[in-house]
């Protein structure tokens, strides 16, 4: 098992332009988590999709979209990116939305916009 | 808002136990308490998780006061590898999960 994948793991932009992060896990969960992290800070909730097909915002969602393609992927969309953006952003799966399920992290995706 | 209270940061000694607290006075009855720990740049990695019995595995001790208002993760010989970001959180009763800024445990060779 890879666990949780996420692609690209470095990306560059510059104000305005648009990317999509992708995440993946094979662990067959049905819960799948979108957070940021900034310099020194700990983690902020994005979005997040109990179910293939749902999803719901956290935290901070504004100037983010998702999409829960199927079981496995869970995408984040910046449309127009901002250099308060800048951040390394997490993917996370767990099993059930049930209560004592452990949460899995992937590696990150670092993004700098300039 | 997390729902958890952590010190800023903490040193202990390695070889010697660290015991981290965390403050979760408004937590419900059917909320567990979860550790995860964060090593520089790396993803979150769950530690340990405890509804009110004290738990132990190859990681941690987890000890829940009685009255579950709060809670110490026990790591019994430190090492510097241990050296990371430990978050305390309550699961809340939505699918969210919330983490707060942790405590910064630095052990000390």
């Known amino acids: 098992n890879a666990g949780v994948t996420q692609t690209p793991k470095f990306q560059v932009l510059k104000t305005g332009q648009s990317m999509t992060l992708q995440c993946a896990q094979d662990m067959n969960h049905n819960s799948m988590y979108w957070y940021r992290q900034d310099p020194g800070m700990g983690l902020r909730l994005i979005y997040y999709?109990?179910?293939?097909?749902?999803?719901d915002k956290g935290e901070v969602p504004n100037g983010y979209n998702v999409s829960r393609l199927n079981k496995r992927e869970f995408s984040l969309r910046l449309e127009s990116a901002a250099p308060s953006q800048t951040s390394v952003y997490f993917c996370?799966?767990?099993?059930?939305?049930?209560?004592?399920?452990?949460?899995?992290f992937g590696p990150g995706t670092r993004l700098l916009v300039l | 808002d997390a729902k958890t209270t952590q010190p800023t940061s903490m040193d202990c000694a390695e070889g010697r136990a660290a015991n981290l607290p965390c403050n979760h006075s408004t937590i419900s009855g059917n909320e567990y308490v979860y550790w995860y720990r964060q090593i520089h740049s790396q993803g979150p990695q769950y530690i340990i998780h405890g509804l009110k019995n004290n738990e132990t595995n190859e990681m941690a001790s987890l000890i829940i006061t009685e009255d579950r208002k709060s809670s110490t993760l026990i790591l019994p010989h430190a090492t510097l590898r241990d050296t990371a970001v430990y978050y305390c959180i309550v699961r809340a009763t939505d699918d969210k999960i919330i983490f707060g800024k942790g405590t910064r445990l630095h052990i000390l060779p």
């Open positions: 999709s109990a179910s293939e097909g749902t999803t």
């Open positions: 996370a799966s767990r099993r059930t939305s049930g209560l004592g399920e452990t949460q899995y």
